[in-house]
C-alpha cells in the first residue's frame, strides 16, 4: 500500500460519498469532483445535495459554503486529521500514522485496513480498496458507529494539474473564519 501511494503524485476522480448509521441505514449521500496533488494540496468539489468547496493550498484549507456565504480557514494538520485526503496528499510512510492490515481480496480488489496510531484521530478505521493500480475509495467507521463510503470513477492518476486548482480566493462579501 505505501508503494502504491507513493507512487501517486496526483488524483483526478469524481466520488460519491454515502454516511450509513450503525444499523445500516443511508443518512447523507454527497458526490463531486476531487484532485490530489502531493504535497498537502487537494481540491473536494461537492455538487450534490448542495455545493461546497474544499481547497488544501500546502498550508491551509479553505472551505467554502457559497449558500451560507462563508469560508473558514483552517491550518492544514488540524483540518485534515487522519482523512482520506490526508493519506492521498502527504507525502509520509503510511506506518508513521496507521498500524497496516491486508485484508482478503474480494473480485480483484485489494483491500487494507488502517488503524489510526492517534487516539484523537476522527475515525476508528478506514479501508483503502485498490484495483490493480487504481484507487477504488475508501471506508471509514467512526466512534459512534457509523460508516463512511467514498467511492471513485473516473479516475485518472498522475496528470499535470493547473496550480490554480489549488488556491482559493475567498469571493467578496462572504463571511471569513479562521480557526487555529
Not at 482523512?83 to 509520509?92: E, I, M
Not at 498522475?158 to 462579501?173: D, E, I, M, V
Request: charged share 25%; net charge negative; no cysteine.
Amino acid at each position: 500500500l505505501d508503494t502504491f501511494l507513493q507512487s501517486l503524485q496526483t488524483v483526478y476522480a469524481q466520488f460519491n460519498q454515502k454516511l450509513y448509521n450503525e444499523n445500516g441505514m443511508l443518512l447523507e449521500e454527497s458526490s463531486g469532483n476531487m484532485y490530489v496533488q502531493r504535497p498537502n494540496q487537494f481540491r473536494w468539489e461537492y455538487q450534490q445535495p448542495y455545493n461546497q468547496l474544499i481547497v488544501a493550498d500546502g498550508k491551509q484549507v479553505w472551505i467554502y459554503d457559497s449558500d451560507l456565504e462563508q469560508v473558514t480557514v483552517k491550518p492544514l494538520d488540524a483540518a485534515l486529521g487522519k482523512t482520506p485526503a490526508f493519506l492521498l496528499s502527504r507525502n509520509r510512510k503510511i506506518e508513521e500514522d496507521f498500524f497496516v492490515n491486508k485484508l482478503p481480496s474480494e473480485a480483484q480488489v485489494t483491500r487494507f485496513e488502517l488503524i489510526p496510531k492517534d487516539e484523537q484521530a476522527q475515525f476508528d478505521s478506514m479501508r483503502v480498496n485498490l484495483q490493480g493500480e487504481t484507487i477504488l475509495g475508501f471506508e471509514l467507521m467512526d466512534n459512534l458507529g457509523q460508516t463512511t463510503h467514498i467511492n471513485f470513477s473516473q479516475v485518472r492518476q498522475n496528470l499535470r494539474f493547473r496550480k490554480s486548482l489549488f488556491r482559493f480566493t475567498p469571493p467578496a462579501g462572504v463571511d471569513i473564519l479562521k480557526e487555529n
